[in-house]
């Protein structure tokens, strides 16, 4: 168990036990890292949701395996505390902006403590609440004061049994009846149940339900519709609709899923979030194409606003597993050198290299969300405000698509793998509830198939560059098109060469070699379409047989020369005192993602010989080593509170194993040892 | 849930839904193929611990999460169901192999449909007998048929609260009392607490405890003990002795991990098992070696024997993941071609790379731990009954040590990273608990780390090819060392390269380059090693210093190459109607495990220019799409029958909607829609 007193303030230096050999160590002041990598007002933000989250002993965790009965009973009263709480007074006063940036902040903070409770509240409220804004109109308003004041309670139903990822193929209808002027809901099959929806299980009273719109026997596609489901003072289900929990899961198991089925049911013609299409007063559909700075707007932040939370989600939960990692590996000793001293495990080599980069990836990952998800407020700000120039919205709202599908897949994956290498970094104790990898897993788990599978995803990134490649109007200085401008100057890019006196752990090395990776892997994939095509293939088919190795390889290169770009931005703008390690960092997280594309840069001819891989191997170990005195302070600027890290290998207190014992039910071991040792010693 | 009537005879055809659209594409007949892929008389042995299995509802999986003292109180009632069944009724009457043999299949069988209960068992019953006859002598009989019968129950007590790895370290003291003629036993510090020890949480009466041997101030190194822990009638623990369990984990929830702690607790100088070393009447120690045969098959099979099983353990975890991915794939439609029809999932390129490699990898380890088991059970049995060469026993024992080393990490992680891969597969329904995946992740996870940790583990087999590398006496006809033959012709191997003219989809290609990559990476690692110690640099350091790139990737590669070998003689042995399709799935794992040293391949030098990765890459996805129609009946082949698969998308009859609705509680789903559609249809 981690104590809860004395853990809230982050702003103080940390100490205690064999961490501070290391501390000492470090090149840098903790404080300038923690300003350099985090905005304070955000860290304050974070800092405030901490506080009052420790200040109440209901929320604090625990590591005893409950049944999902009682997770989602524990959740769901939770949630309740929490939209009571003061957090939100002042909300509604602020704007667009200011509210966002909130929201993101406060939802980051919440989930690295309970990633139910910030699930449960972003279906329920928060997400809910935004899609409102961005397709209702102003008849929907009531429901967003609803939402807030915690009169209903909502869910997102888009996923049906047999289909996820295509949704054009969507199965539930909304049919307009003239003669009641209702929308008719209907589930066509068993196989478009609408199912996985968080909070629809037992609780949701509203659905933000996304169906086909028939109007006069036309099809015009998937709309969000608001659907009553349970009455909210009995939470009965209404007739007409099937409703009910989709049972066990592999994790979140304070999120009760729900499925539901429609018997033709009946809603109010006004359940239309009308701001893209309606159904007007003589009940034709007709679309807003009035406004399509709004109805863009509205379309990027439906499409994206989930992915963006993923994408953050994903980096915290990065930043907690290698935390833990770093933090024990630099406490346990494991076998002894020459002279007999047990050392850590933090300085075998195999060892730094298995965490290293993953530390790297979280300062990478870090500044990329940071500063990502800033540009993406102002965008959607901006174009809900008319300050974009309507002719480029429609290539940022693809552009904006394109880097939040592969940065999903890549930030997602990347965190998979981290979470596994970190709790075999642990050992065997790394496999204790309390140790925490295992809810990190767990919780982390649904995010690469879900707000759009991963694989899935990547094929979507490939298509935004593949057509790129070939435009010679790529409009270079527009963000997002400004990251990938070097596509203009393909011919000659294709045709660097790795050359003997160049410095691997450079910028300029790392950067101009991942620009020739992307147009290789572009002409490359380009390259095959066009043999498919001479073969009579399909299109469909073209694209199916282009992706393993080629498009698939591009998208997530693409994500790694992004977060680059980012990372490599902020190296150069923060203070001098942090600056030379966050190059160490952003090298070894550009070479280690490198080292993983040798082969391709092999085939490709950007390089031959042994002395090319060979360096890039020597640069990878190198900049661990370097890193090693670094490390320790690096997670602590990183690191929320020990209360929220809740981790008895993590703790910045150094005790780690105290921790141990009480998590293992040692008790009072101390006092034996202390005096019982000596007692006995005496009878042998 | 699975239906649990016919399911259990694994001979018949399978048969249903879409699936079988698949099966008529075989080429081969399902028989010939299980066969080919497994002894009748273990697929015997399996069949009758399913069948007894399914005969007792007791013993039949829920996905209903219990809490972890639910979990522990169902498996402590199982297993003395188990120990009282009539499975164990012969063994005391056979020999050596024919017991061994029996008791392995019957673990693999149990540890498919429930992993708790197996390894309960294991640590209770059959591995503490096993160590018994290995390590101790007659006068240990007495806890062999205790155990056997059911009077008593034993653990493993090994791993130590700040030591595991480093077994030279473990603290844990029994010292000889001359005055009593007794050992007494201790634990030094809290860092010396036996910990994770299975069975010893709440129910263990006896420990098999590892201490360092005390005798005269003179510390004899680890040996190992029997100590009463608890009152087998009570279960009241002994005084001078803290024992409880640790607390939850991460899986295995049935299993009470437990601590001990010895306050100078005093037990019979006869709980030492003796036939290693021993204290003579005299109260001096003294080695048996006296027969050193029975002595090293000792120490080899302790050393071995639960690294064996946790190998076929993940070989059959692999199995069950990409039997259920592969079933539900062939089931389940997205996305449509060009004509508008949905296809299943199989049908795409990326969903076949992503799955069929680890199909063919579990053919790959199948083959190998069925024959190599075999082999190692040969091997002990030889040595115990004096039927080797005294002078060929040390190197047998080391060559056995460093294959099970390897490959322990290989097929753990290759397991490992399937059930993530499989899982993902399924998109969002493999994330129900009742898809299979979390449970198979969740009991799987400890492999990697317990038995030995998998990097360390890595180090001791590159240390054993690395001095086989310059031995000049390697003599090669003799097992194990004759799997290495080729390193005596490493000048001649070290000149190959890849020739145009050579065909990539060969097993003659395919095993010359991996005689390639073993002689190339160990001449690697050596100069690496030489260029250090020419630095001054110690023995310790240089080993560590030359693991990344080097030594670790040659023991993965030896592993890789040694599994191929086994599988090659497996397809050159095989029927004719299964050779061919033998074949695909070899050179799809032998490519497919190619693939992913690609890079070394050009770094050194045996191959260069584009086209070699470009054909490397074309054969894999070619053999992927060759197999497409073989996959289905390759799952059929290995499946355990649905009862022990217990998976609602992997079920054999193709009825995975049906299941998913009665996994998601959708009751009478299709009543609903087979009559109440047509009526609510005429009201609209």
């Not at 308003?141 to 969507?170: F, M, P, Q």
């Not at 597993?321 to 001293?341: C, H, M, T």
Request: charged share 20%; net charge neutral; glycine share 6%.
């Amino acid at each position: 168990m981690v104590h809860y007193s004395e853990s809230t303030n982050i702003s103080p230096p940390l100490s205690g036990g064999q961490l501070d050999i290391y501390r000492k160590q470090a090149s840098f002041k903790l404080q300038n890292m923690r300003i350099a990598i985090e905005d304070p007002e955000r860290t304050a933000i974070k800092m405030k949701v901490w506080t009052y989250l420790e200040s109440d002993p209901a929320y604090w965790p625990t590591n005893k395996i409950l049944s999902s009965d009682e997770e989602k009973h524990k959740t769901a009263k939770l949630l309740e505390k929490f939209r009571n709480s003061k957090l939100f007074d002042s909300l509604h006063s602020w704007d667009y902006k200011t509210r966002t940036r909130y929201l993101i902040t406060l939802n980051q903070a919440v989930e690295m403590l309970n990633a139910n409770l910030s699930i449960k509240f972003a279906l329920g409220v928060s997400l809910f609440a935004n899609a409102l804004l961005c397709l209702g109109t102003q008849r929907h308003l009531k429901y967003y004061k609803d939402v807030w004041s915690g009169k209903i309670l909502s869910c997102l139903a888009i996923t049906e049994l047999a289909h996820g990822s295509d949704t054009k193929r969507l199965k539930t209808t909304a049919t307009y009846d003239h003669l009641s002027n209702e929308l008719v809901l209907n589930t066509p099959n068993i196989g478009a149940a609408k199912c996985w929806v968080g909070n629809l299980g037992r609780q949701s009273t509203h659905a933000l339900l996304f169906a086909q719109l028939i109007v006069d026997n036309i099809c015009h596609g998937l709309h969000a519709f608001i659907v009553p489901i349970r009455d909210p003072e009995t939470l009965i289900p209404y007739p007409n609709i099937t409703v009910g929990d989709i049972g066990e899961k592999d994790g979140l198991h304070g999120i009760d899923n729900g499925y539901v089925i429609f018997h033709y049911y009946r809603i109010p013609k006004e359940c239309l979030l009308n701001k893209i299409g309606d159904i007007n007063e003589n009940g034709e559909y007709e679309t807003a194409f009035t406004n399509p700075q709004e109805l863009l707007g509205a379309a990027l932040e439906s499409l994206s606003a989930g992915r963006v939370a993923i994408l953050q989600e994903s980096s915290n939960t990065l930043i907690k597993a290698i935390v833990i990692a770093v933090r024990y590996s630099a406490q346990r000793l494991q076998f002894s050198d020459g002279e007999g001293n047990e050392l850590p495990i933090l300085e075998y080599q195999t060892h730094q290299w298995r965490l290293f980069p993953f530390l790297a990836a979280s300062y990478a990952f870090k500044s990329f969300m940071h500063d990502f998800d800033e540009q993406y407020i102002n965008v959607v700000a901006d174009s809900r405000e008319g300050r974009i120039n309507v002719a480029h919205l429609p290539q940022m709202v693809k552009g904006i698509h394109a880097i939040v599908c592969t940065t999903k897949a890549l930030i997602t994956w990347t965190t998979q793998t981290a979470i596994q290498e970190c709790r075999e970094a642990c050992g065997g104790h790394g496999y204790h509830k309390a140790a925490g990898f295992g809810d990190l897993r767990s919780n982390h788990d649904p995010r690469v198939t879900f707000e759009g599978d991963n694989t899935v995803l990547l094929q979507q990134t490939s298509n935004w560059i593949l057509r790129l490649y070939n435009d010679p109007d790529l409009d270079s200085e527009m963000f997002p098109l400004s990251e990938v401008s070097f596509i203009k100057n393909k011919d000659i890019v294709l045709q660097r060469k790795y050359r003997n006196d160049v410095s691997i752990i450079s910028d300029k090395f790392i950067m101009e070699t991942y620009e020739w990776l992307i147009c290789w892997l572009s002409k490359s994939t380009l390259e095959k379409m066009n043999n498919l095509r001479k073969q009579q293939k399909d299109k469909f088919l073209i694209r199916n047989q282009t992706q393993v190795f080629k498009a698939r390889t591009l998208s997530l290169v693409f994500a790694e020369f992004l977060i680059l770009t980012y990372f490599i931005k902020k190296c150069k703008s923060c203070s001098n005192d942090v600056r030379p390690v966050l190059y160490k960092l952003f090298n070894l997280y550009g070479l280690w993602s490198l080292h993983k594309h040798l082969a391709v840069l092999y085939q490709g001819g950007y390089c031959e010989g042994p002395s090319f891989g060979e360096g890039l191997s020597e640069a990878v170990l190198r900049l661990c080593s370097d890193l090693k005195p670094e490390v320790v302070a690096l997670t602590d600027a990183i690191a929320p509170p020990d209360f929220v890290l809740n981790s008895i290998l993590g703790c910045s207190d150094g005790k780690v194993y105290e921790r141990l014992m009480e998590a293992f039910n040692l008790p009072d071991a101390t006092a034996n040892f202390n005096e019982d040792s000596i007692l006995l010693q005496s009878k042998l």
